[in-house]
T-cell receptor
Framework: DTGVSQDPRHKITKRGQNVTFRCDPISEHNRLYWYRQTLGQGPEFLTYFQNEAQLEKSRLLSDRFSAERPKGSFSTLEIQRTEQGDSAMYLC?????????????FGSGTQLSVL | KQEVTQIPAALSVPEGENLVLNCSFTDSAIYNLQWFRQDPGKGLTSLLLIQSSQREQTSGRLNASLDKSSGRSTLYIAASQPGDSATYLCAVWETYKYIFGTGTRLKVLA
């Protein structure tokens, strides 16, 4: 069990550029979540996958955001035409109803700074 | 809509004190509740998970209780240590996702 892995750890980009983050969940976990966290706030839900199916998306996830989880393994989160308001920590988590009873395991996050 | 509130927002205590962190939620129909720890700039680490049918969970110096009817949970930390300094977040499960509070920033002074 190597834990949830996120890449990159830090990303600095200019406004208007596209960025993509990757998350590798714990291998036996079928559920994967993306959250966004700004300074001093709790994580805000963005989207949820069960295996390869994206079952729920937050209203926070505008049409500039897209997430995929091909083959129910790793997941990517892409932000197009980044804005300064997108600057935040993007957190990935995984769980399994049968293995962990929905206990969430988080990665270390990707810190995005949009200049 | 589920809302989760944590009080206090920040807490500073001398080493060795026992302390209680509070979490309240507006919709008592929860599946479970988790307490997490977050160090600055890092991801979250799950500390304790309480199922809706349970009243409390214990791990080492930590004890979490759950009172669904009143919409409250508490995290009790015994004999606090400087290494306990972190932000503590509670989260309740709502279909397909956890809803988080804003956290309590704890500083334990040596």
């Amino acid at each position: 069990d190597t834990g949830v892995s996120q890449d990159p750890r830090h990303k600095i980009t200019k406004r208007g550029q596209n960025v993509t983050f990757r998350c590798d969940p714990i291998s036996e976990h079928n559920r994967l979540y993306w959250y966004r966290q700004t300074l001093g706030q709790g994580p805000e839900f963005l989207t949820y996958f069960q295996n390869e199916a994206q079952l729920e998306k937050s209203r926070l996830l505008s049409d500039r955001f897209s997430a995929e989880r091909p083959k129910g393994s790793f997941s990517t989160l892409e932000i197009q035409r980044t804005e300064q308001g997108d600057s935040a920590m993007y957190l990935c988590a995984s769980s399994s109803r049968t293995v962990t009873n929905e206990k969430l395991f988080f990665g270390s996050g990707t810190q995005l700074s949009v200049l | 809509k589920q809302e989760v509130t944590q009080i206090p927002a920040a807490l500073s205590v001398p080493e060795g004190e026992n302390l209680v962190l509070n979490c309240s939620f507006t919709d008592s129909a929860i599946y479970n509740l988790q307490w997490f720890r977050q160090d600055p700039g890092k991801g979250l680490t799950s500390l304790l998970l309480i199922q809706s049918s349970q009243r409390e969970q214990t791990s080492g110096r930590l004890n979490a209780s759950l009172d669904k009817s009143s919409g409250r949970s508490t995290l009790y930390i015994a004999a606090s240590q400087p290494g306990d300094s972190a932000t503590y977040l509670c989260a309740v499960w709502e279909t397909y996702k956890y809803i988080f509070g804003t956290g309590t920033r704890l500083k334990v002074l040596a």
